[in-house]
Each structure stands twice: as C-alpha cells, then as structure tokens.
C-alpha cells in the first residue's frame, strides 16, 4: 500500500465520478471472497479470537469501509490477506533479528496486516513501526484484528519524500519492509526513497530492507499503465540491484526472485495490470 504519491496520486482521482460511492464494476474488485486464504485464517483465529462462522463477515466488512475511503486494487481483490512479508526468503532471518529485539518498519503498511503476522509468530510489537499516510486504513486495522488495547506497535502517517520523514527514527532502524510499495514510483523517484531509507537504517553490516512489488521478466524493467490509469514501474532482477547500487553509503547484497503474479483469495485474472506476464519479484538488500 502507497505512503506517498505515485506518478499518478490515488486520492486527487474522482473514482466515484460524481456517485456518493466508490464504483464496484471495476475489474479490481472481487465482490466476495469465497475461501479465508490459510495463512489469513490462522490470524483470525489464534491472534484475533473470532469465531469461524464470522470471519467471513468481518473481513468483508472492513474491506467495504476501506474501499470508499481509497478504492485500491489490493483493497478490492482482497490482496491484503496475502501477509507478503512472510512469504519472503528473506523472512525467517527477518522473524529471528525481530525476536531478539531488533527493530522493524513496515513502509506502507495500510491496516498493518504483516505486522499482526509478525506478532502473532512470537516478536514483541513494541520494536515495530507502522507508516501509511492514510490514518483510517491503520484504524481500520485495529478493527480488523481486535487488538487495539494490547498491541504497542508505534504507527504514524508520514510522506517518504519528506525532508523530515520519521526524523526520530534515523539511524534506529534495523529491518524495513516494502510491501507493494516500489512500483508505484518511477526509478528516479525510487533513488530518492532508497536514500531515505539509508538515513533510517543503523550505520552497519546486516541492516535490512526486504520486499515485494510487480516485476518483469525482461532486463530492463519496464513502465508499465494499468486499467486505473496508473504508470507501475516493474523491476527486473537487474534493475533492483541497479537501484541499490546508487545507496548513499556503503555495499549492498541485492538478492531476488520472480514468481507469478497472483493472490491465493483471486477469483478474477490479472489483466487489467497489464497482462498475463506480469510477475511480482520478492527482493532483500543487505548491507556489507
């Protein structure tokens, strides 16, 4: 989920064209969702404490309040339930360092999906910070998992190109996670983030930044427009080291890898994020 403006911004777009609504005869949202993908139903159940036969229910719910606050493809096709951070390679390492004490950003983390994932696998949540700019997407988090009064994560709005973005953590950071987040930006637009980034992390070896987002299987990357009209920057397995090579400081071990572009909760294809080939790429870089 976005923490700042694409090349096109989502909330200056009139997606409901004058209606009171945001529209659902759009491609990227799936009316029902007809199975509780595994890892999704886990959290419900053992960190959130709902009964079975209400799953279903609460999480339809909440996805219908998110998606008239901001209509967001992975709002609307259920994508949220995916808990991307740990299908990374780079996640049991991720899971250890947090355990012990590290801490760990969550960069765009819309209803903090992954971190009630992080919790619930046993790190403690006051080293975990969340950041979106749109507050209600993180209110509506703590009503989709219930853990408003015991949960200590430190959750804030910010916008990463800000000269003072999360000035009280620099240097303090351990682990950052970015989930669905790069596509959205152009690569020069990226250099800047990877740049900001580098002032949160800590100044050392193993400081971490690991995610998912779109990809292609072609050598450049590739700029791409989707059905909602946005420019998704789609990387390579040489583009994403490309980038990490213009890090201000240091040496970084930039590893990937593609995989399908899919949700395990989908009922409807992929095309209107520009075809059958798209892939999505999983990435860690870590500094030597």
């Not at 029902?32 to 595994?38: A, E, M, S």
């Amino acid at each position: 989920m976005t923490t700042v403006a694409p090349a096109i911004d989502p909330k200056s777009v009139d997606w409901t064209n004058g209606m009171k609504k945001a529209p659902r005869n759009v491609a990227w949202y799936q009316a029902t969702l007809n199975r509780v993908p595994d890892t999704a139903l886990q959290i419900f159940r053992e960190y959130s404490k709902i009964p079975d036969e209400k799953i279903l229910d609460h999480i339809h719910t909440i996805r219908d309040q998110a998606w008239e606050i901001l209509p967001y493809p992975c709002i609307g096709v259920f994508r949220f339930l995916d808990f991307p951070a740990c299908l990374s390679p780079a996640y049991p390492e991720v899971l250890e360092r947090v355990r012990a004490g590290e801490t760990f950003l969550d960069l765009g983390c819309c209803f903090g999906q992954d971190i009630r994932k992080l919790v619930h696998d046993g790190a403690p949540s006051d080293n975990i910070i969340g950041v979106d700019t749109e507050s209600r997407f993180i209110d509506l988090g703590y009503e989709l998992f219930g853990d408003r009064e015991r949960l200590k994560v430190h959750f804030c709005t910010g916008d990463v190109f800000a000269e003072d973005f999360l000035a009280e953590y620099r240097g303090r950071v351990d682990i950052i996670f970015l989930g669905s987040f790069l596509h959205l930006f152009s690569f020069e637009q990226q250099v800047a983030i990877v740049a900001q980034l580098n002032k949160l992390l800590r100044p050392k070896a193993g400081s971490l930044v690991f995610g998912r987002h779109m990809a292609t299987e072609e050598k450049g990357g590739v700029l791409r427009r989707n059905a909602l009209g946005w420019d998704l920057y789609h990387h390579s397995s040489e583009t994403i080291k490309q980038l990490w090579d213009t890090a201000p400081d240091g040496k970084w071990d930039v590893s990937s890898t593609l995989v399908p572009y899919k949700s395990e909760g989908w009922d409807n294809g992929v095309n209107w994020q520009g075809g059958n080939d798209v892939r999505q790429q999983y990435f860690s870089a870590k500094r030597l």
